[in-house]
């Protein structure tokens, strides 16, 4: 396993730990390199064992979302492609 994937998939649960207040979150991966998430450590998992990228979907799924950060200047932009109106 690579070092990148490892740290994407427990970053992600370092995210669901920090929104949920749950530190016991547990992520762990099977022989053939898949993973799964539990809320503690031998804890039965909370999903099939996913690859990464449906792992990392899955994970931030759960728990309360955060809230996304708008600008003003986001704001004017997202006016400015709703008024434009696509050639015909």
């Known amino acids: 396993m690579s070092t990148a994937r490892s740290t994407r998939a427990s970053a992600a649960v370092d ?3 920090v929104r949920s207040g749950n ?7 099977t022989g053939d390199g898949l993973f799964f998430l539990s809320e503690a450590p031998g804890e039965p998992p909370l999903c099939a064992p996913l ?38």
Not at 23 to 29: H, T
Not at 51 to 79: I, M, T, Y
Request: charged share 35%; hydrophobic share 45%.
């Open 51 to 88: 690859e990464l990228d449906d792992f990392v979907a899955f994970v931030n799924k759960l728990g309360p979302q955060v809230a996304r950060r708008v600008s003003k200047l986001d704001v004017a932009f997202e006016k400015q492609l709703v008024k434009k109106k696509p050639a015909s």
């Open 15 to 17: 995210r669901l730990k």
């Open 23 to 29: 530190a016991g979150y547990s992520m762990a991966r």
